[in-house]
Structure formats: C-alpha cells, structure tokens
C-alpha cells in the first residue's frame, strides 16, 4: 500500500499523441500550450516536450524515447532518468532539467554532487521559478504553463518588461 | 464645483467596481466550465464599439475573433472589436491600441479576451478578461472618463488613467503593478489601491495589504525581476542579452550576473552609456575582472594636492553596487571567452571631485582591459602612471588599455568636472591618447585609429565651449 501510494499518477491521453499538438508549426504549438493548461495532470512526455519546445521553438523528436535521448545527449536529464511516458512529471525531475537549461549553478550540494531532484527543486523555489515544493510533487497543466511563464522572465527579464511596456 | 467632482468620482467608482462584480461572475461561470461559450457571459456594454489596433507581434500569436471562429496567426496592422481572443506562445507578445489612448499588451504564455471596448460619449469602457498570464494596461486618460478593468480567475484590476500590469498565473500569487497612477486590485475578499496619482513604481501581491505590505515581504530586492530594474538597467542588460550573455543573479554577493557575450567596440560605446557619469571597463579575454569606482567629493585640483580620499566606493555586489550620491553599478559580469563589461554610473547629477578608476583580477587568464570615463556623453580624460622618454611618469588618455594578470590590480585618477590645467601640464600617454581599445575582428586598429582621434579631438573641443552640456544634449542612447 505505501508503494501505491507513492507512485505517481498517470495521464491516460497524452496531448502528444495527436498531431493537432505534437507539430511544430505555430498553431499546433500554441494548441499544445493552451489545452495543456486546461488539463488537470502534465505527463512526463508532454512535460519534455513542452520543454523541447521551450528551449528550441521546435521539438523534432517524434516519440517520447527520441525526447528523452535528445534532453540526455544535451545534459538536460540525467543519464538514469527512465520515467514512463505516462507518469505524471515529477517536480524534480523537470527541476534537474531546468536547471540544467538556465546553467543555475545553485549551493554547494549542487556543484558538489551536481543537480538532484530535491536541490534543484530548492533551488528554484529560491530562484522563485517554482512554487514552495516537493520534489515529488507533480504539476497540473496550467501550473506547468505557469513554470514556463517564469522561465521566461528568469532567462529573459529584460525582454519581458521592455514588450509589456 | 468641487462636490460636482467628488460625486462623479464617487459614481465612476461605483461603475468600476459594479464593473468589476459583473466580469468576476462572468469569469467565474468560464472558470467553472472552459468549454462553455465565454460569448454566452459577453454582454457589451451600449454605446458605439471601438476598434482594436494590432500593432506590435512578437513570437507565437493567435488571435480568433469569436468562440466559433479559427484561432489565426496574428499581425501587425489587424483590426479587432469587442469579442475578439488573444493568446501566446513563449517568448511571445502583442501588442495592441484601442484608439485614441489606451494600449495593452499580452505576454508570454497568456489569454486574453476583450470583452467589451465600448465609447458612450465621453465615458470609454474596456473590460479585458485574462484566463491566464500578464497583461500590461496603459491608459493616457486626458480627455476621456474611462472604466476599465481586466479581470482574470482569482483577481480584478480596474483602471483608471494609468499604466499598470496584472499578472496571474497559477501555481503564483497574482500581482499588479502600478508604474503611475493608481489603480484599484481586488483579490479574494478584497479591494486595495496600488501606487498613487502621479506616483511611481508600485507592486502589491494578492492577499497582501497593498505596495507596504508586499515590499516588506519582499526585503531583498531581486534585480533578477524584471520590473524591479530601471529603464537604464534594462536597456544595458538587454544589450547584453542580445550579444549572447545568460543573465542570472547570485544570490552571495546580491546582484545580477551575466556570463557569456562580448564588450563593446569603441563604436558601440558612445551610445550605450546610460549615465550623466559612466565609468567602463571592458576586457577580452576568458577572465573575471571587477570593476572599482572611488569617489573624493570636492574641488579635483584641491583634492589631488591634499591626496585621494576615498569617501564613496563602487563594487559590483556586496551591497557597494549603490553610492549615496546616486551611483550605481546595475551587473557583475563575470565574463566569458570573450571577456566583459562593466560599467559604473549616475543616472541624473553626480558630484564634482576626484574619482578613481580600479580593476581588480579575480579569476581567469591574463587579459587586457581597457577603462573609458564619460561625462555627459563626453570622455574625460584619465590620469595615471606610464613610462615616458625611460622614466615612469604621470600620462593622461581619454581610453586606457593595459594587461592585467591574476592577483593585480590597476587603477586610474579622473578629475570631474575635467580639468583644462591638468591636461595641459599632463603629457599624453606615449602609447596614444586615446590608446587603442577593442575593435571587431578584422578590423585593423590602426585604420580606425583616426577616427578615434576624431572623436577624442571632438570631445575636447566641446569641453571647451562654453556653454553647459546638458543630459538632453547626449547623444541619443
């Protein structure tokens, strides 16, 4: 029973199944932000490529492995991530990736021991990017929306308040 | 006449807040069922509809002119009416003019929809209904008696003549700002007024008792944020940004870093000071260099003869990036392959005295770097130490460019206001006055060496001029 209760929750239809969501051209991207906001779980393949989409405007990887393999030969995951598809994102593991994305050197644990789930999620927490959080936590779509929103004003701040004014 | 005023002022706030109840049932009722029709909750106001101006896109934006209709790529120069929905990507903003003085603009990863943008006479009311992300909200308000809000799940700003954002997105407590003017935010169970008229910046988070209770929960000051940065920083550090340099903040020394990018050019510099005094550093190798700005208030020559005494002090970080007199230093650039930038300045008057200039090696390799000093807009010339017909001797240059290796440090005097006496009885620097700075690759130094001249002959036959040279007649940034 503790086992079960610790797993996380699973996202039955992921939005990439579809192409309406999964292509790279503009409206499919924007379908893609918008219905992941409406939905109440952000699984583990529409998290990465949320993330692809993020970091490169595009996500060429058409499968979740190729996802996957592209944010591990970029040093974005770490080498043991092997999360399924369907499990919703842990708030640890997407932390790792971020901040491995925005180079966020962190405390001494981190460039001792590198980035791990529970320094990386503090960390952003700190960098107020996340929300007080648990590493295992999971994130509902507009959350997930709303993360990337700060990464956007974390990497780019200037950019953000020169358009809104 | 003055009871007239407070009565229509007593009304418009009624209408606002009336306002505000209506587009926060109607959001609630979106809220509760996304896939019901938001057109069903529309219910635009009388008088005659006003047209919506695309006139700025960045990135990815879509805008759909009713619930029925196909999102579509948006553009500059589109028109719009009450109905229409906004929506964005990453990186992504549009901007848009609501005749004759009111302008929004919708940001990264946002939904916007105008729900009502009706003028009645001389009363213009704008309801801008945002399922999620930031809008700022700009209104001139001469002229027009306005009522507008914009409402999102949780929250509802109603404006009035001023220049203000919202912001909410969950998991995050929505905020609002005020840049001028107040406005009235109401989140939860309650209504609070943020900035004030013919205020300045002011920020209140939900659920806080306004700008004092937000800036007290917010003690450290995090330069990171994007609104908590000047127009001066923000204008430096996007030239950062659009040279390659990641911005970030360390959290030790308190202030933010940029790594990456590049200096620079002798070309480029006169136009990006931001100050009516800049001190700059630039070097270019892969080395952390800091940049140090003494200040000794007072006469210059007096000064000099009684000795350098260093009353105010500059240091990028530490809680020395802010002078009392007004100086500032908005970054430490901890370099990168192509080494760095920094600069040091103030903003409107800075006092007159002697200031020295220092750079201190951190990390790194051995570089060069290379000190520019300017007033208003002007370079000044700087003094320091430099061996002269085989003899070590005292040397001016209005750019300074020196090696510099680990565990050193240099340093150079400026006199300001610059001072005629000196650079006559002064020789200039054998090297070259100005010495050569950074040039882009390729570029032969010596070529451009006679434009630097020019521009170094310019300066001083300016300074002599008589006349006063004020912060309007700086060259435009």
Not at chain 2, 74 to 86: D, I, N, Q, T, Y
Request: aromatic share 8%; net charge negative; hydrophobic share 35%.
């Amino acid at each position: 029973m503790v086992c079960a209760g610790c797993q996380t929750a699973h996202v039955n239809s992921s939005l990439t199944a579809t192409t309406r969501f999964s292509g790279n051209n503009a409206d499919a991207q924007l379908n893609f932000w918008h219905e992941l906001a409406t939905r109440h779980l952000t699984s583990n393949d529409e998290a990465l490529h949320g993330l692809l989409l993020y970091a490169d405007g595009r996500d060429d990887a058409n499968t979740y492995d190729k996802r996957v393999a592209t944010l591990k030969s970029r040093g974005l995951l770490p080498a043991s991530f092997s999360e399924p598809a369907d499990d919703a994102i842990r708030r640890g593991d997407l932390a790792v990736a971020i901040v491995n994305l925005l180079e966020i050197k962190g405390g001494w644990v981190m460039h001792v021991f590198g980035a791990m789930p529970r320094y990386a999620c503090r960390e952003l927490v700190y960098a107020d990017i996340y929300p007080p959080s648990s590493p295992q936590q999971t994130f509902s779509g507009a959350e997930f929306v709303g993360v990337i929103g700060k990464l956007d004003d974390y990497q780019q701040p200037v950019v953000a308040d020169a358009t809104a004014r | 006449m003055r009871s007239t005023l407070i009565y229509r002022h007593f009304c418009a706030l009624g209408l606002i807040c009336m306002a505000s109840v209506c587009a926060s049932s109607a959001l609630a009722s979106n809220a509760a069922a996304t896939s019901a029709s938001p057109a069903a909750a529309s219910q635009p106001g009388s008088g005659t509809p006003m047209r919506i101006d695309v006139v700025s896109v960045t990135g990815l934006v879509q805008i759909r002119t009713g619930d029925d209709q196909p999102w579509v790529s948006a553009m500059p120069h589109m028109v719009l009416s009450e109905g229409a929905e906004l929506r964005t990507g990453p990186h992504s903003s549009i901007t848009c003019v609501i005749p004759p003085d009111q302008t929004f603009t919708l940001d990264r990863l946002g939904t916007v929809r105008v729900q009502d943008a009706v003028r009645n006479g001389n009363k213009v009311k704008t309801d801008l209904i945002m399922k999620y992300g930031r809008t700022h909200y700009d209104i001139e308000g001469a002229g027009l008696e306005h009522q507008a809000t914009i409402t999102s799940p949780s929250s509802t700003l109603a404006v009035r003549g001023t220049d203000v954002v919202l912001c909410d997105q969950v998991p995050f407590t929505p905020y609002s700002i005020s840049y001028t003017g107040r406005a009235s935010f109401t989140y939860g169970h309650s209504t609070i007024n943020v900035g004030s008229k013919h205020g300045s910046y002011s920020k209140a988070n939900g659920g806080t008792d306004g700008s004092a209770g937000t800036g007290l929960s917010e003690t450290v000051v995090d330069p990171r944020y994007a609104a908590s940065l000047t127009a001066s920083d923000a204008a430096l550090l996007a030239t950062e940004v659009a040279r390659g340099a990641v911005i970030s903040y360390n959290p030790v020394s308190g202030i933010q870093t940029v790594s990456g990018g590049r200096p620079s050019y002798d070309s480029e510099l006169p136009g990006t000071i931001p100050g009516t005094l800049d001190f700059v550093l630039r070097w270019t190798g892969n080395a952390n260099l800091n940049l140090e700005v003494g200040v000794d208030p007072g006469d210059p020559l007096t000064n000099i003869l009684n000795g350098f005494q260093k009353v105010e002090f500059l240091y990028p970080g530490y809680g020395l990036q802010n002078s009392p007199s007004g100086g500032h230093i908005p970054y430490d650039d901890i370099g990168g392959p192509l080494g760095g930038e920094e600069i040091a300045y103030w903003p409107g008057s800075h006092p007159s005295g002697l200031y020295g200039i220092g750079v201190q090696f951190i990390t790194g390799l051995p570089t060069s770097y290379t000190f520019n000093v300017y007033e208003n807009g002007q370079p000044v010339e700087m003094f320091y130490f430099a061996t002269l017909d085989g003899f070590t001797q005292l040397v001016k240059s209005t750019q300074q460019t020196r090696p510099i290796g680990p565990g050193q440090f240099a340093g150079s005097l400026v006199a300001i206001p610059d001072q005629q006496l000196l650079d006559l009885i002064i020789p200039d620097d054998p090297a070259g006055n100005p010495n050569p700075g950074i040039n882009p690759p390729g570029a032969s130094s010596a070529a451009l060496m006679p434009a630097v001249r020019a521009l170094a002959i310019g300066a001083r036959t300016v300074r002599q001029q008589p006349a006063t040279i004020t912060p309007a007649a700086r060259p435009p940034k």
